[in-house]
């Protein structure tokens, strides 16, 4: 049997054609999904063929895992006449977060992205310690971080800006300061956006994302508000997630403003941003060095001399305490999950016995 060739419409909306994702679709129709609502998907197989899709019946149960659900940006199969999502094919990427309460639960944020386009804002958005928790949330998710540098037409001191993203840059994340207003600006993008690519914007309200999407598109799609100007605030102007194809050729998943950024409990700290400390941490004399009062600590000697900074280093202590907090509600979450599934599989057997 030959492998299913996709309708041409799919490359449009950023099918990257992969032989383990037509081999998993095992002939079937392939959409994507490219939006979300309570009651339904809306889905599409071109960039001007879309429609509402009803869920599997197991995602609509509370306690279903909002991981095996659909998010936007996957790549799922239908049925024929396409009103019944059937399975959704293997993921490449997901980035996510703890979803906001006191109960853990994991929320899906876009699917199958190829880099995400971390948006901050060159006024009082601005916030290192923000976007070093936004790098460890997308380099947990398995794809490629890009930092996004708006209203760098109205900032007087951009170069300034760009030295205290020191440790960023070394770790390789790519920056961009650009005019989100200006297409000959943002032309320094385009390389993310090419053919089979799918790119997610993610930042706070006010940052400019839907600016940005907008200058892209080439046409005011997205709906725009002024930031107020007595706190530099948005006004959440995007409501939900949606998949736009590009001219460039590739697709956009604009997404709104997230007020909390809870890690999920999978981030490795040691990565991307934080390299440099684990770097430090490996050069202390005691493999299992408290970086405390133990002789030999090279955190401590880094910290004494300024090639660490105190408050960034606090910053990471933070978030490795918050990720093991949170690694530890996962943990259970998914045995209680396994526990509820349990016991569901034992009801059916008692009710009908072994089949």
């Known amino acids: 049997m030959t492998d299913p060739i996709p309708p041409p419409d799919l490359r449009a909306i950023g099918w990257p054609d992969l032989p383990e994702l037509r081999e998993a679709a095992g002939g079937a129709r392939i959409a994507r999904v490219i939006g979300q609502h309570r009651s339904a998907y809306v889905v599409a197989d071109g960039p001007e063929h879309e429609w509402r899709a009803q869920p599997p019946a197991p995602w609509t149960r509370p306690r279903y895992d909002p991981e095996l659900r659909a998010a936007v940006g996957d790549w799922v199969t239908v049925e024929p006449d396409g009103k019944h999502i059937l399975?959704?094919?293997?993921?490449?990427?997901?980035?996510?977060?703890a979803a906001a309460g006191e109960h853990y639960k994991a929320q899906p944020i876009a699917a199958n992205i190829d880099s995400v386009l971390v948006v901050v804002g060159l006024d009082r958005d601005f916030n290192p310690r923000r976007i070093e928790r936004y790098l460890l949330l997308v380099q947990a998710s398995g794809a490629a971080p890009v930092l996004v540098l708006t209203k760098a037409d109205q900032c007087e001191i951009v170069e300034d800006v760009l030295d205290?993203?020191?440790e960023i840059i070394e770790a390789g994340v790519p920056v961009?300061?650009?005019?989100?207003?200006?297409?000959?600006?943002?032309?320094v993008l385009h390389p993310y956006l090419g053919p089979g690519r799918t790119v997610v914007l993610v930042g706070s309200s006010g940052a400019g994302k839907s600016t940005l999407t907008n200058t892209l598109l080439g046409t005011e799609r997205m709906k725009t508000n002024t930031v107020r100007e007595n706190d530099q605030r948005g006004r959440h102007t995007t409501t939900f997630r949606a998949l736009i194809p590009l001219p460039q050729g590739g697709c956009l998943i604009d997404t709104p403003g997230m007020r909390e950024l809870k890690l999920s409990g999978e981030e490795l700290l040691e990565e991307g941003a934080f390299a440099d400390i684990d770097?430090?941490?490996?050069a202390c004399r005691f493999s299992d060095c408290g970086h405390t009062n133990e002789p030999g600590c090279a955190i401590l000697a880094a910290l004494e001399d300024g090639s660490l900074d105190e408050a960034r280093y606090a910053h990471y202590l933070k978030l490795r305490d918050e990720r093991d907090a949170a690694a530890t509600s996962l943990a259970a979450r998914r045995a209680e999950v396994k526990e509820v599934h349990k016991g569901f599989h034992k009801r059916l057997k008692d009710k009908y016995g072994r089949r």
């Open 279 to 282: 770097a430090f941490a490996s």
């Open 176 to 187: 961009h300061p650009v005019n989100a207003k200006d297409a000959a600006s943002i032309a």
């Open 164 to 166: 205290t993203l020191v």
């Open 87 to 97: 399975a959704v094919l293997p993921r490449y990427a997901l980035l996510k977060r």
